[in-house]
């Protein structure tokens, strides 16, 4: 315990990670853009590390994959890729991102779809209006759409489900499925679902049409750079699934790199910024079983660990529920909640790094890309318990990498009051930031 901390406790900013001087534009390249997406991967930063640890045709994992940027980055150098992801929008937005289409097929598609995107000529309710309608979740529906807006929105639906093409629809789902924020009442300037009454909606057909333009564009982008050898075999060289990083199907000892970044602990709720895609494409989704399949919720569940492999973690969750746990000398029941949440956090990494130590090569190198935080007056070291649980699980600590993370670099809540321990929606005296720092922990498997 007191070596990680002290290891930690010595390590400076490495300014060569850090990425300042990036836009938005040159981390957005390709199909990067096509769907907005919390804590994504710099695909520079990802690209770097499956280089400096990896070659040519290895098999680079990431099982909290998110978007799809590692996946990406790792066909666009020839490696073959496989990603997990428990989140049904996580793989869709995968799946269209890493999935090249021929230009001329997929401009044929869209061109045949926008000419049916008329809603004076499809004035009857269409089968997603239905599906929608008879949904226990249409009063949640209802709550961020206005009526005009579900009606367009189900006629887009409707003629995306018509496409034969799996590809096709898989693209045109992640364009509609990145509007759906834009078209309703959520709050764009939150990072919580959060609703904004004087918001100015946009209409929901030429935003869609806008959208998949611009995808279009960059799917052609895309096919044209993709490695020849790769865009031959796609398939032999991208897996994708949707599936709980702790059961990655995968066989023993057939990983070399696993490049990831893992959720943040009571950050928010993963499942909840995409519930606006779930309402649409899943509809009968129960949202707070939904919550609890996510590693980092704050939602109450059993986790078959018993213990925790890390000194600091146990510390961790034992000064959350006693120093932690008063302010001003009365009870902070957030905290005393996060107690739980974080000790579940901290169970169910350790069970991913199990996994991990099963489906990676002996010399092969799992790559974790996490930051810190604080509750209240306690330090959540996220990064050096997952360093202290690796180690105890069985790998070898490399090293560990310290980066700034310049604040529009990468979409986090970015300040927390510190004397609740809750996310702030303003700037103040008695606010701080979040996540000024995250680490890069270089592991090998012996």
């Known amino acids: 315990m007191k070596h990680i901390l002290k290891y930690f406790a010595s390590l400076k900013t490495d300014e060569s990670w850090t990425y300042r001087d990036l836009t938005p534009k040159d981390t957005a390249y390709l199909t990067h853009s096509y769907h907005r997406y919390p804590a994504k991967f710099i695909p520079q930063l990802v690209r770097r590390i499956i280089k400096e640890y990896s070659n040519e045709e290895e098999l680079i994992c990431d099982p909290f994959v998110g978007c799809g940027t590692t996946l990406l980055e790792a066909l666009l150098i020839q490696r073959r890729a496989l990603g997990v992801d428990i989140n049904p929008v996580a793989y869709l937005i995968t799946k269209a991102k890493t999935t090249y289409i021929k230009p001329q097929l997929l401009e044929m598609h869209v061109s045949k779809l926008f000419a049916k995107l008329n ?60 509007i759906l924020k834009n078209c309703s009442c959520w709050n764009m300037d939150s990072i919580k679902p959060a609703r904004d009454k004087d918001k100015n909606i946009p209409r929901a057909i030429p935003t869609f049409k806008r959208r998949i333009i611009h995808m279009t564009r960059k799917n052609k982008e895309y096919y044209e750079i993709l490695p020849k050898k790769v865009k031959a075999r796609l398939s032999d060289y991208l897996d994708v699934f949707c599936e709980d990083c ?54 109450p569940k059993d986790v078959s660990v018993k213990e925790i492999h890390s000194e600091i973690g146990n510390e961790i ?61 306690v330090n959540i070291l996220n990064a050096e318990v997952l360093s202290e649980i690796s180690i105890n699980v069985g790998f070898k600590l490399l090293k560990v990498i310290k980066r700034q993370i310049p604040s529009n670099k990468k979409w986090l809540p970015s300040i927390r009051n510190q004397e609740t321990g809750q996310f702030a929606s303003t700037n103040c005296a008695s606010n701080k930031l979040v996540y000024p720092h995250e680490y890069i922990i270089i592991l090998e498997k012996p």
Not at 249 to 278: F, R
Not at 291 to 298: A, V
């Open 317 to 377: 969750v034992r000064r959350l529920k006693n120093e932690g746990s008063k302010v001003n000398g009365n009870k902070n029941h957030y905290l005393n909640g996060c107690a739980d949440a974080v000790f579940t956090y901290f169970a169910e990494m350790q069970q991913a790094f199990e996994q991990f130590t099963r489906v990676l090569k002996p010399g092969g190198i799992a790559s974790i890309v996490i930051g810190n935080t604080t509750l209240g007056d």
């Open 119 to 178: 809603p004076q000529k499809n004035k009857t309710d269409n089968k997603v209006m239905e599906r929608i309608r008879e949904s226990p979740n249409y009063d949640r529906v209802r709550f961020w759409f206005g009526d005009d807006t579900i009606r367009n929105l189900s006629l887009i639906l409707s003629l995306i489900e018509d496409m034969q093409e799996k590809a096709v629809q898989d693209f045109l789902k992640c364009g509609f499925s990145h």
């Open 246 to 299: 702790r059961h990655i199907p995968c066989e023993d000892e057939y990983v070399s790199i696993i490049a990831t970044s893992p959720p943040y602990v009571t950050s928010y709720e993963y499942a909840d910024l995409h519930q606006l895609t779930l309402l649409w494409i899943n509809p009968e989704t129960d949202m707070t079983e939904n919550r609890k399949d996510h590693i980092g919720t704050t939602q």
